[in-house]
């Protein structure tokens, strides 16, 4: 018996594109998104993504995967995509993240995050789909007063970034305001770590990652010897930063709800995805520890500039709005970080993954794309 009710005629589930559905968020999404009937399409140019997690995705869904290569400022091409899909919704991740790096390089980070999203409203706007779940950041509030943080904190971007992320989110207001048949679900995440409890999918920084789970997670791994603790004397239990980390199975779950809510007709809302807790830097790496088995070895260094000592959401508007909270620990996250890192060494360039749960992922046979789709099945970098 399949799985989903409609497996078997796969142009009878709801489409959804997913653009950079190749990344880290994007592939979690993509399973949570097959698990609810939906059928994902992924939009991708693999500038930050490696081809080999469609593979992995077939494997973990024993679907094909609809994947269309190309890059969302190819506006014409990206309304064609929307059109010949028939896609009833868009999750938007394409997109740059790193806060150091847009500060070199800022007209690549308007680039590709602004124009990107701008490319993509002009392309939706030739077809009839208007509903756009947006992937934005926590980043947007900047400095924020107190936490927890709500929705309705001011805004102060303080990189180029986060204002580009900002910037995204005035666009969207901007056009549900000369058209109300928009339905936009602008989502700010907090500090989204873990992996997929296969070890199949997870982060894969391509470069030096600049954030603290995939750092602490090479360090047990042994690509690096130590880890930096940025600050010890923040006014904050133990000294060290407070972050609000978050599954990046729940924030998936939570595209899911969001996209549900625009098609049951739930006007535009803007909401902070997290889990309403605080966890510091050196919890972190002793909840790390107990997953592993691991010593994490790290030294203090100086404060890093830009970084504040807390830092969580308040996610009630999420509960209230989606009916969508967080229901995975900072334990789980590690443990699945760890199965994802231990099973991929080099994450997606480590070749056959060598997770030990792959056995309970039976491999299922891929079914050919329905005529005139492109799928790209099974491509290893
Ligand atoms: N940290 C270290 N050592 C490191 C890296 C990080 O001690 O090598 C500390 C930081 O000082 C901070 C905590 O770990 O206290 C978390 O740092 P991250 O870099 O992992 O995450 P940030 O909270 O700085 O930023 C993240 C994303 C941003 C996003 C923001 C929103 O990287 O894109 O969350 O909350 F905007």
């Known amino acids: ?50 081809p ?6 077939e494997q973990l869904t024993g679907q094909p995967v609809l994947c269309e290569p190309g890059d969302v400022g190819q506006t014409a091409w990206l309304s064609g995509v929307l059109q010949r899909h028939r896609v ?16 070199q390089q800022p007209l690549r980070y308007y680039r590709t995050n602004v124009a990107g999203l701008l490319s993509l ?25 107190s936490a927890p943080v709500n929705e309705d904190a001011p805004c102060a ?31 700010r995440y907090f500090n989204p770590v873990g992996a997929h409890p296969s070890g199949l ?35 904050t239990p133990d000294g060290t930063g407070v972050r609000d980390y978050v599954h ?29 807790r605080g966890s510091s830097v050196l919890e972190l790496i002793r909840a790390f520890e107990r997953a592993s088995g691991r010593r994490i070895e790290f030294s203090f260094a100086a404060r890093r500039p830009g970084d504040v000592a807390t ?27 760890w199965h994802w890192q231990a099973g991929n060494p080099l994450g997606y360039r480590s070749g056959a993954p060598a997770s030990a749960e792959l056995g309970t992922h039976a491999r299922q046979p891929v079914h050919r794309p329905p005529a005139g789709l492109q799928a790209l099945p099974a491509m290893r970098a």
């Open 1 to 50: 018996m399949p799985a989903h009710p409609a497996a078997n005629s796969e142009t009878s589930l709801p489409r959804v594109l997913l653009t950079g559905g190749a990344g880290y968020l994007g592939s979690h999404t993509y399973v949570a998104l097959r698990e609810a009937g939906f059928e994902p399409v992924i939009v991708d140019n693999f500038s930050n993504s490696d």
């Open 52 to 57: 080999a997690v469609l593979q992995r995705l």
């Open 88 to 103: 009833r919704a868009v999750i938007h991740f394409a997109g740059l993240k790193a806060v150091g790096e847009s500060v």
């Open 311 to 337: 830092y969580f959401a308040d996610v009630s508007r999420a509960r209230e709005v989606l009916g969508w909270q967080a229901t995975r620990g900072l334990d789980q996250m590690c443990r699945d970080a």
């Open 201 to 235: 999918i997870g982060e894969d920084p391509c470069d030096l990652p600049n954030n603290l789970m995939p750092l602490v997670s090479q360090v047990a791994v042994g690509r690096r010897s130590r880890l930096q603790v940025f600050g010890k004397d923040y006014a």
């Open 248 to 276: 990046v199975c729940d924030l998936a779950q939570g595209h899911v709800a969001a996209v549900q809510a625009l098609l049951a007709g739930t006007p535009s809302f803007t909401l902070n995805l997290g889990t309403g």
């Open 121 to 145: 409203l002009e392309a939706m706007q030739g077809t009839t789909c208007r509903q756009l779940v947006f992937s934005s950041s926590a980043t947007v509030y900047g400095e924020p007063a």
């Open 157 to 187: 971007p303080q990189s180029p970034y986060a204002h580009s992320k900002w910037v995204g989110e005035q666009m969207l207001n901007a056009l549900g305001v000369s058209e109300p048949s928009w339905q936009m679900g602008v989502l």
